[in-house]
C-alpha cells in the first residue's frame, strides 16, 4: 500500500510546531516553510528549513517541486489565512497530492452566505476550499474546535468541541501516515477530545461564570466576536451553521476521532491538570 512519506508544513506557531514534531518522529520527509524574516526556530534536526516567500508562488513551487513534496499542510494564523491561495496555487504547480488548509478551529463547511466571523476567520477559510475545489487540487480539512489549552473566560450555553495541541497533532501524523491517500484527499475530518457547555467550566476551574454581552479592553472586539461564534453553536466541530443544527453520523461532531483507533484523547481536567 502506498504511503504518503514527503510533506511540506507552512509556519510553526501553536499548531504548526506541534504537528512538525508528530511528523518528524514518522519515517518521513519534512521541511518547514519559514518567512525569511521570521525568528528561528526549534525544530527536530531531520527537519530541513527552507525560507521562503509565501507571496512569491514560484518560489514556493520550486521548493515544492525540488523536494519532491506530496503533501502540504498550512498552519498560518488568522492574519496569513487569505493568502493561502498562493500556496494552493504554487502546490497544484509543483504536482503536490494533498493540501490540508489551515482550519484547526470550528466548522467552516457550512456558513450561510456572506459569513465571515474575524474570530476564526470562517468566511476567508471557505474561500479557500473553494478555491481548492475550482483548481482541482486534493484537500484535507481538519476541524478541531477549541484548543484545550486555551479556554478563554467566556460565557456560553451552547456546547463547544475541544480537542488538545498535542493530540491534534498526533492524529494529523498518525492519519497522513497510516491512512492511504484514497481515505484522505477532499475528506473533512472533525475532532473532539470533550465535548462541554461554557458555562459549566466555572464548576472545573472552582469559580463563577459571569454572563457578559460585551468584552472590553485590550482585544475586547475579537474576544466578543468568538463569544457569539461559540454562543451560536459553532463551537462545536459538527455544527451545520446554514441549517442551524448538528450533523450527525459520519459527519457528527468528534467522528474523525475513530481513524486513530486506541487512542485516549485528552479531557479538559488532565490537560489543564484540575
Do not use: C
Request: hydrophobic share 40%; glycine share 10%.
Amino acid at each position: 500500500m502506498q504511503l504518503y512519506s514527503s510533506f511540506a508544513v507552512v509556519g510553526a506557531g501553536t499548531i504548526g510546531l506541534p504537528i512538525l514534531d508528530a511528523l518528524a518522529s514518522q519515517n518521513v520527509s519534512i521541511l518547514l516553510l519559514s518567512r525569511p524574516d521570521s525568528p528561528p526556530k526549534t525544530v527536530p534536526s531531520n527537519v530541513e528549513v527552507v525560507p521562503v516567500n509565501y507571496d512569491d508562488t514560484e518560489a514556493v513551487a520550486a521548493v515544492l517541486k525540488s523536494h519532491n513534496v506530496e503533501v502540504v499542510l498550512s498552519t498560518v494564523g488568522i492574519p496569513g489565512l487569505a493568502s493561502q491561495t498562493t500556496l494552493v496555487d504554487a502546490a497544484k504547480l509543483a504536482g503536490v497530492q494533498l493540501f490540508s488548509p489551515s482550519e484547526y478551529a470550528t466548522p467552516t463547511d457550512a456558513q450561510p452566505p456572506g459569513s465571515d466571523n474575524p474570530a476564526g476567520g470562517t468566511g476567508t477559510k471557505n474561500k479557500v476550499a473553494e478555491y481548492m475545489n475550482i483548481v482541482g487540487l486534493p484537500s484535507l480539512r481538519i476541524f478541531t474546535g477549541a484548543f484545550t489549552e486555551g479556554i478563554p473566560s467566556l460565557f456560553g450555553e451552547a456546547p463547544v468541541s475541544f480537542t488538545s495541541i498535542p493530540d491534534i497533532a498526533g492524529f494529523v501524523a498518525y492519519i497522513l501516515t497510516r491512512l492511504p491517500p484514497s481515505q484522505l484527499s477532499n475528506r473533512i475530518m472533525r475532532l473532539q477530545g470533550e465535548r462541554i457547555p461554557l458555562n459549566t467550566l466555572g464548576t472545573l476551574f472552582h469559580t463563577t461564570v459571569k454572563h457578559v454581552d460585551r468584552i472590553d479592553g485590550d482585544g475586547g472586539e475579537l474576544k466578543t466576536s468568538l463569544l457569539k461564534l461559540l454562543d451560536s453553536g459553532a463551537g462545536s466541530t459538527g455544527w451545520d451553521a446554514a441549517n442551524k443544527r448538528e450533523k450527525t453520523g459520519d459527519d457528527a461532531a468528534g467522528s474523525g476521532n475513530k481513524l486513530w483507533p486506541g487512542h485516549d484523547w485528552r479531557s479538559i481536567k488532565e490537560v489543564l491538570k484540575l
